[in-house]
Each structure stands twice: as C-alpha cells, then as structure tokens.
C-alpha cells in the first residue's frame, strides 16, 4: 500500500564544498519540500527542528539515518506527533528501537535521487559558490531553491 502524499518525508544534508551543506526535507517522491543551508562543520541534525517547522503541514513520519538519533530529535518528534524512523546509531549507545528497514531504505533513496538531480545544476550552484559569484548564505540558498522549482517542474507528477 502506498502511503498519501506528504504522509512520509526523508532528510539529509549534503555538504557540496568546504564550508557549506544543503539540508533538505523530501516527499516520497524526491520533491523538495524544505530547504535550508549551513555551515559545513555543523552536524546535519541541527538544522532538521528548522525544516520541520517551515513545512505548511507535519507528515506522519519522518526517515532520516542514524546521524540523527539523538534524544532531542526524538522527543521534539513526538511532541508535535511525527513518528521517528531512524536506525539507533551505535556510537550513541542508545537504546535499540524498532524502525521499517524497507520503508527506511526506500525514503533513504528518495532523498539521494533528489541530490542526484541537485547535482545536475552545477553549473548554477557548484561553480558560482567556487568562482565567488555570491558571498551570502541567502543567494545559496536562492539558488538551490531555483533548482529545487525546476525539479519539482521536471520530475513533478
């Protein structure tokens, strides 16, 4: 059965040069649904509170990688009703708790086919931020979200 639309969402950042990530939040179908950008040397789980509360709507559950099994994320997940499908990472030590290993490994892919299709915007995102074109955060992420409409008007259904 496959879940409604804008019921399952996955997250990751993607660290495209020294300095700077691209942190995203995805429908099942690898359409972005949130964006935001962020030092490179600050761990990806940081930004997820921001991305979350940007959505129009909370999804039902939420996949992300081990990176982000924290307590806090889990906690701050229940208290606004999203469950948490995220593998415990061992270097935290906590507790074993059940997760969808096939529902997690196909959001898993959903995110990367979205930095897959992000990848084929070099040109505008890569190779300005290298050469200088912009020194600002706000004109990264602008241009992200340029690539983030053309894919949603590419690949959208």
């Known amino acids: 059965m496959k879940p409604g639309r804008g019921e399952l969402i996955g997250y990751d950042g993607f660290k495209h040069k020294k300095g700077s990530r691209i942190h995203v939040v995805v429908d099942e179908d690898s359409m972005p649904l949130n964006i935001a950008i962020g030092p490179g040397d600050e761990h990806d789980s940081k930004k997820l509170v921001e991305l979350i509360e940007g959505l129009e709507k909370n999804p039902k559950e939420l996949y992300a990688d081990s990176a982000y099994d924290t307590e806090g994320i889990r906690r701050y997940l229940e208290s606004i009703g999203v469950e948490s499908n995220i593998p415990v990472n061992p270097r935290n030590g906590g507790k074993q708790r059940p997760y969808n ?31 200088r074109c912009e020194k600002l955060a706000s004109t990264y992420k602008a241009l992200a979200t340029i690539a983030s409409i053309i894919i949603h008007l590419r690949y959208g259904i």
């Open 101 to 131: 290993i096939k529902l997690y490994k196909k959001m898993k892919s959903t995110v990367e086919r979205f930095f897959g299709w992000l990848k084929s915007f070099r040109r505008i995102i890569i190779r300005c931020i290298i050469i």
